[in-house]
């Protein structure tokens, strides 16, 4: 703007910083007023000492302004503190002629930005209309985030909150990711040198989210925002889809829990029923049955091809053919952690099985399941293969009968131990788990082998059993399992 008429006195190396916006001040600290980007307008009427220019100019810096214009109030030379202050803090300082009114350069100035953002704005409008036509041609999620990647002149993904990469390049680190927009105050928000915006459906909660993952700050982008909305068109057709294949699954899993005959209903889902499949059943965090089966279908879409969903009788099911997809279920699950607050989401898993046999499946991924309770940590997933048959049995009895149980088989050694604050009950654990091996026992509790035939005496007398005989330790072993 050479009609300005405005003398570089320092930085011109900086000149090329953009201006957002003018701000004049004569307050001696205006800090609280500058959001960066500024071209700040001064009189100088604060100053009355050097040291009042670096307080000034400090503030000027650390803001992030553009630049400052000044004038001095008597027409003479700039001060010298000033000048130096500026140089030292790489404020660009620029002198307006004493025949200049700020309200001239306030007018140009503004006239200019409103240019630039007429422009900005027709920019913007012709790169959302680009995206739009990707979704209005059906393009895809993959080919959508493609195209808004180019817009944005940044790398994109979309993630699900299981660390999944839905569409876009791999991620390194994307479960880091998932937790810090798990437990964002505010969304969108930037961390790691990253953007994450949500991508929700209707009715959706943020654990059963997508996140846009865009590269650098782009929180007050508006076309990542654009971006993420039409990224959540995308999710709700994968949602509507979801539903349909879906339709077959309440059916389905019902007759699997009934016992019936459904080898026709797993071909006319379009599998074979010859291959062997697999059940899983979950609890519902708080008791929302449909929030549990919104989780349990992303965590299955990250992990398994093909699977069916459904809430039958207040407990999640699903039903998906044996594969290597089991591997990735627990680190699928345990990246949802920080999102579930105090709920938990337990996963039992059954061990493979053709079609017959999926009603004792059902049972055995229910049973694992409510092992799982007995577990600590917010998520917790336990396959049918991985515990023994005892445990899976001990599962399917109510707690109260196993309470019972435990007091009827243990009752007198309870009591001793309470009263004379000894374990027997521990020296019966460590006995019966080293498979009545004197030696091993007594090496386990670092006691001699003598002192352990005493007490474990002490226990059979209090019991009136005879630990010799196989019967009784199976009997003692599954009520000390009861506990």
């Known amino acids: 703007m050479p009609e300005l008429r405005l003398r570089t006195v320092v930085g011109a190396e900086f000149l090329d910083r953009p201006v957002t916006r003018l701000y004049g001040t004569e307050l001696p600290d205006p800090a609280r007023y500058l959001s960066g980007g500024e071209l700040v307008l001064s009189g100088l009427l604060w100053y009355r000492a050097a040291a009042d220019c670096e307080r000034f100019v400090a503030a000027l810096a650390a803001a992030g302004v553009a630049a400052l214009a000044v004038s001095p109030p008597d027409a003479g030379e700039l001060p010298g503190a000033l000048v130096e202050a500026c140089e030292r803090h790489g404020v660009p300082l620029l002198e307006v002629p004493v025949d200049l009114s700020f309200a001239a350069i306030t007018e140009r100035v503004v006239l200019e930005l409103a240019a630039e953002r007429a422009a900005d704005a027709g920019a913007l409008l012709g790169r959302h209309r680009r995206l739009l036509t990707v979704v209005a041609e059906g393009g895809g999620l993959s080919e959508l985030v493609a195209a808004g990647a180019a817009e944005l002149g940044a790398p994109c993904r979309v993630l699900s909150c299981t660390g999944h990469v839905v569409a876009g390049p791999e991620l390194p680190g994307a479960a880091a990711l998932v937790r810090e927009f798990l437990v964002a105050d505010r969304l969108p928000v930037a961390v790691r040198g990253t953007t994450l915006l949500p991508v929700s459906v209707r009715g959706g909660s943020r654990l059963t989210s997508w996140i846009l993952v865009v590269e650098g700050d782009r929180t007050r982008d508006e076309l990542a925002v654009e971006l993420a909305s039409l990224v959540g068109v995308e999710r709700a057709r994968v949602v509507q889809g979801r539903e349909i294949e879906n339709r077959a699954a309440g059916p389905l899993l019902r007759e699997v829990l009934a016992g ?67 591997e990735g279920l627990r680190p699928a699950v345990r990246t949802l952690e920080p ?51 005892h445990q899976l049995l001990l599962a399917g009895v109510p707690d109260d009968l196993r309470r019972s149980l435990r007091r009827r088989l243990l009752g007198p050694v309870l009591d001793y131990d309470a009263e004379h604050g000894s374990d027997l009950v521990g020296t019966l654990r460590v006995f019966l788990d080293c498979s009545g091996s004197w030696t091993a026992a007594a090496a386990r509790l670092h006691v001699h082998v003598n002192t352990l035939r005493y007490r474990v005496g002490r226990a059979e007398d209090l019991l009136g059993v005879d630990l010799s005989e196989f019967t009784e330790r199976v009997n003692l072993y599954l009520a000390l399992q009861a506990g």
Not at 260 to 282: H, K, M, N, Q, T
Not at 345 to 364: I, K
């Open 260 to 326: 019936g005959d459904v080898a026709a209903r797993i071909s006319a889902v379009g599998w074979d029923p010859d291959v062997p499949l697999r059940v899983l059943a979950a609890s519902a965090p708080g008791g929302r049955v449909e929030q549990a089966a919104a989780l349990v279908e992303e965590v299955l879409a990250a992990v398994a091809p093909a699977f069916l969903v459904a809430a039958v009788d207040e407990e999640v099911y699903a039903l998906a053919p044996s594969g290597p997809w089991t």
């Open 339 to 389: 999102g579930l607050r105090l709920a938990r989401l337990l996963v039992g898993l059954s061990s493979p099985v053709g079609h017959t046999g999926l009603r004792g499946a059902a049972q055995e991924a229910s049973h694992a399941r409510r092992l799982g309770e007995r577990r600590t940590g917010r998520t917790c997933v336990v396959a049918g293969e991985e515990i023994a048959l």
